[in-house]
T-cell receptor, first 114, second 115 residues
């Protein structure tokens, strides 16, 4: 069974600070996605990383896929209250042909204090 | 708005009952996925359908079943409901069949409360 552990589980910081969220697994994933979910709503896709070592930037958010494609990180610069939410990483398993199941991480609940 | 619709938004029912949750995928998407999200277990994959056929199964109970119809909408049937089935149920859709990055787009969810 593939598991994705996210850390920290909870994070509460002041507006303007920087933060990093980690997503780790012992399994290799063909691709990894990050989602943000707000209360009462469905997760919204932020980014997909595919290549080991890949770095993608989305405004103040920087996503990195580990060289071995087992881990990923999300760094937010100058956090804003609008960044508050549940951040989920999700890895795609290609070991079974046609099986596109995503394994979701345990989640990081981020609160940005104005 | 992701383009994925789910009905109903809220559902309150009693133990032992049966309910049906409905999902319409984004236009053009062939795959539909069902997830259960509870406070203590995060987002759990239940089942995937691709173009009408079951493609992958996760931690779906035998009391639960799903299907995808020719128009690609999907229904998740939950029967003999228990208190522990209370959760948010999400549907997601994607274009990918056997290729692509399986980027999934989630609906707004159905909040099921079993009393």
């Amino acid at each position: 069974t593939q598991l994705l552990e996210q850390s920290p589980q909870f994070l509460s910081i002041q507006e303007g600070e920087n933060l990093t969220v980690y997503c780790n697994s012992s399994s290799v994933f063909s691709s990894l996605q990050w989602y943000r979910q707000e209360p009462g709503e469905g997760p919204v896709l932020l980014v997909t990383v595919v290549t080991g070592g890949e770095v993608k930037k989305l405004k103040r958010l920087t996503f990195q896929f580990g060289d071995a494609r087992k881990d990923s990180s999300l760094h937010i610069t100058a956090a804003q209250p609008g960044d508050t939410g549940l951040y989920l990483c999700a890895g795609r398993d290609d070991t079974n042909f046609g099986n596109e199941k995503l394994t979701f991480g345990t989640g990081t609940r981020l609160t940005i204090i104005p | 708005d992701s383009g994925v619709t789910q009905t109903p938004k809220h559902l309150i029912t009693a133990t032992g009952q049966r309910v049906t949750l409905r999902c319409s995928p984004r236009s053009g998407d062939l795959s539909v996925y069902w997830y259960q999200q509870s406070l203590d277990q995060g987002l759990q994959f239940l089942i995937q359908y691709y173009n009408g056929e079951e493609r992958a199964k996760g931690n779906i109970l035998e009391r639960f079943s799903a299907q995808q119809f020719p128009d690609l909408h999907s229904e998740l049937n939950l029967s003999s409901l228990e208190l522990g089935d209370s959760a948010l149920y999400f549907c997601a859709s994607s274009v990918a069949g056997t290729s692509g990055y399986n980027e999934q787009f989630f609906g707004p969810g159905t909040r099921l409360t079993v009393l």
